[in-house]
């Protein structure tokens, strides 16, 4: 059996889990440190308290493990585990426990304590060689994962930054297998075409011209994103003749400083504060939308763009994007643009006029060329390679 060690139920994850289920190949149990987003849970980089509107737990088999009280994923220490699994390893027949990266104790115990069982350890992680670090943290850091990836027996590589991480300390490529960070293609698809003939009535009750080019920021509002380049990005493209409206879709920390830069046409969240600045960007904000609402906004926009800097790993929201239709322009931070974006749609970090030459340039071409899209078929297909040669060697 293989067993799937994940901090809580998360929407990008399920699907997996359900298709491996379907697909049969593999015996696994999913085996959660929290039940985060099942109930009612804080998020402190939303400054919202949330609870996810899709059924998160049905379609395979999984438990909750025993951790620490008051166990959450954003808080290494906190998040660890309560048990040893040494026992339920051995019961359950486990040959291969997987874990999704290192960011929570949880999960090197978990590496630990299935090795000393006798179980081999896979690993599926979101970090990359695309940010910098500290010359200080960096013999710390080379020590840890140098430590942790000795003990790995399959790295699962979701795209070519996290690859280059995992050659740059030395794994072996036989040691490395493409598992491609992918989100429900079909999901998204589905929702955005049962919207798409509502969507002028959608752009206009958030109070966006029709014949304005929205461009969507979809996240939380908080400084790794962002979100202010956007802003800056608009400003230039209208000083320049294109009519842009601002479209943004989330909550966090930054959400004041966004709308004072901005003209706000529609605020969800009603906080009353916006820029009467001739020149900033008319804009709006949805405040959080859940899975079951994220739809709208891909459809109402015209392009999806992702400021961020490299602290964000992948950017599933551009996956999201794309198979919702929607066409995407991604700081080459991120650690999903080299594999889901065409070159002329990525612009270096912290360049707002680059930006703005990218929204107007999609605004004439009338769509943006893009990659194709991974899918989770090819994650299912990935593991049960991994599972079956693991099997053969047992």
Not at 119 to 147: F, I, M, Q
Not at 227 to 234: K, R, V
Not at 257 to 266: D, F, G, Q, S
Not at 271 to 295: H, K, M, V, Y
Request: hydrophobic share 45%; proline share 5%.
């Amino acid at each position: 059996m293989l067993a799937i060690v994940t901090t809580h139920p998360i929407q990008y994850q399920t699907p997996i889990w359900r298709a491996l289920a379907a697909d049969g190949r593999v015996p696994f149990e999913v085996w959660y440190l929290t039940d985060f987003g099942v109930r009612p849970s804080r998020d402190r980089q939303f400054d919202k308290t949330f609870q996810w509107d899709i059924d998160l737990l049905s379609g395979y088999p999984h438990a909750f493990l025993k951790t620490a009280a008051g166990a959450t994923p954003v808080d290494f220490w906190r998040c660890r585990l309560a048990e040893n699994l040494r026992a339920r390893v051995a019961n359950a027949g486990v040959k291969a426990l997987w874990i999704q990266g290192w960011q929570v104790a949880g999960y090197w115990q978990a590496a630990r304590q299935a090795k000393a069982a006798g179980a081999e350890v896979w690993l599926r992680a979101e970090s990359n060689d695309l940010a910098p670090v500290p010359l200080w943290k960096r013999p710390l850091k080379r020590a840890a994962l140098g430590y942790l990836f000795e003990r790995i027996g399959r790295f699962f590589i979701i795209g070519s930054a996290n690859r280059r991480l995992y050659r740059n300390y030395g794994v072996p490529e036989s040691k490395l297998l493409a598992a491609p960070y992918a989100v429900d293609n079909a999901r998204f698809a589905a929702q955005a075409d049962a919207l798409r003939g509502q969507r002028a009535d959608i752009r206009r009750a958030w109070g966006i011209a029709d014949d304005a080019f929205c461009v969507l920021f979809c996240g939380k509002f908080i400084a790794k994103k962002r979100p202010l380049d956007l802003i800056a990005a608009a400003r230039q493209a209208i000083a320049s003749g294109t009519k842009v409206h601002l479209l943004f879709a989330g909550s966090g920390e930054l959400g004041n400083a966004l709308r004072a830069a901005c003209r706000v046409a529609i605020d969800a969240d009603e906080r009353g504060i916006t820029s009467t600045d001739a020149g900033a960007p008319p804009a709006s904000f949805t405040g959080f939308l859940n899975q079951s609402e994220i739809s709208r906004a891909y459809v109402a926009a015209d392009a999806l763009v992702l400021p961020s800097d490299a602290g964000e790993t992948w950017g599933l929201v551009v996956n999201e994007a794309m198979a919702s239709g929607l066409p995407c322009i991604v700081s080459e931070a991120c650690g999903c643009a080299e594999d889901l974006v065409a070159p002329q749609w990525r612009f270096p970090l912290d360049d707002s006029h680059a930006v703005a030459l990218r929204i107007i340039a999609m605004k004439a071409s009338g769509a943006g060329t893009q990659k194709t899209l991974p899918t989770i078929a090819d994650t299912v297909a990935a593991v049960a390679q991994a599972y079956t040669a693991l099997s053969a060697r047992q």
